[in-house]
Nanobody, 125 residues
Framework: QVQLVESGGGLVQAGGSLRLSCAAS????????MGWFRQAPGKEREFVAG????????YYADSAKGRFTISRDNAKNTVYLQMNSLKPEDTAIYYC??????????????????WGQGTQVTVSS
């Protein structure tokens, strides 16, 4: 069982930045593909970004390209999401997820095996 704990959410003005962190409670963290998803009120959960076990490949949703950066530190069992140029439409609960796929990045939430509790990001206009 893998426990994931997100942090770093908050309230920010449009154009601002936030850095989300997700700490994993497993010694096998480096074997997992990690992903960030988000869910806005009344909407389905959507993929934001993913990173394979080594950090050597990443993938982004179109909405995140050029503004968000996913990274990981396997020594700290932590994955990050740096979010710049935030927009009001980025407002959502952001979730960290772990997938046993290791070298692959899936974008469907059903492919991920473990989830954090989420952290709220609110972007004011």
């Amino acid at each position: 069982q893998v426990q994931l704990v997100e942090s770093g959410g908050g309230l920010v003005q449009a154009g601002g930045s936030l850095r989300l962190s997700c700490a994993a409670s497993t010694r096998t963290f480096s074997t997992y593909t990690m992903g960030w998803f988000r869910q806005a009120p009344g909407k389905e959960r959507e993929f934001v970004a993913g990173i394979i076990w080594s950090g050597g490949r990443t993938y982004y949703a179109d909405s995140a390209k050029g503004r968000f950066t996913i990274s990981r530190d396997n020594a700290k069992n932590t994955v990050y999401l740096q979010m710049n140029s935030l927009k009001p439409e980025d407002t959502a609960i952001y979730y960290c997820a772990a997938d046993k796929a290791r070298g692959l990045i899936y974008t469907s939430s059903s492919d991920f095996d473990y989830w954090g509790q989420g952290t709220q990001v609110t972007v004011s206009s």
